[in-house]
């Protein structure tokens, strides 16, 4: 699977849109992008995916660009809550034995401020 | 759905002794896996099931780890002789063939 940069931290404030950028500059045509976020001491919680359209779900929007070597996640409006580890992740969607199992980056650290 | 369940939540054991967890998947879910989180990194993928075939195990998976799936539904993570290096969050997901992975909460082990 691509590998992932994403930046290791960022603030927001509450009630603000936030955007999280993730590069993928190497990823193949048929990888999707997809995003987690864990919130402290929980597990990861799955937030949107996409190949190559924008996406939107009642979490969040993502944004991948035309040639598909990076994404923006979007939080349209962040609350104290959206305080979390957000992990960018690219993999082959297939029925091969691997599905499913992700490789997680380190994130970034998102924490929304009052 | 109910999510997926890990028990026990927390465990403290001493260096050498025997643990085993235990993941409940969401009941339809077909494929199930087993991660291991230490502390600041993202999680790291050790074994894989689907059904009560486990296809995969990463080479994070020493001769100490097992895991089983015995009937296809629930799961044990059992670590033998443990060492400090052990001491993580050992994480569960499942999902079905066709859709992402939903996490369990997770079990925190500690090893003194």
């Known amino acids: 699977d691509a590998k992932t940069t994403q930046p290791t931290s960022m603030d927001c404030a509450e009630g603000r849109a936030a955007n999280l950028p993730c590069n993928h500059s190497t990823i193949s045509g048929n990888e999707y992008v997809y995003w987690y976020r864990q919130i402290h001491s929980q597990g990861p919680q799955y937030i949107i995916h996409?190949?190559?359209n924008n996406e939107t779900n009642e979490m969040a929007s993502l944004i991948i660009t035309e040639d598909r070597k990076s994404s923006t996640l979007i939080l349209p409006h962040a609350t104290l809550r959206d305080t979390a580890v957000y992990y960018c992740i690219v993999r082959v969607l297939t029925s091969t034995d691997s599905w499913g199992k992700l490789q997680f980056g380190a994130g970034t650290q998102v924490v929304v401020t009052p | 759905d109910t999510g997926v369940s890990q028990d026990p939540r927390h465990k403290i054991t001493k260096r050498g002794q025997n643990v085993t967890f235990r993941c409940d998947p969401i009941s339809e879910h077909n494929r199930l896996y087993w991660y291991r989180q230490t502390l600041g990194q993202g999680p790291e993928f050790l074994t894989y099931f689907q059904n009560e075939a486990q296809l995969e195990k990463s080479r994070l998976l020493s001769d100490r780890f097992s895991a089983e799936r015995p009937k296809g539904s629930f799961s044990t993570l059992e670590i033998q002789r443990t060492e400090q290096g052990d001491s993580a969050m050992y994480l569960c997901?499942?999902?079905?063939?066709?859709?992402?992975?939903?996490f369990g909460p997770g079990t925190r082990l500690t090893v003194t």
């Open positions: 996409g190949l190559k």
């Open positions: 997901a499942s999902s079905l063939e066709a859709g992402y992975s939903r």
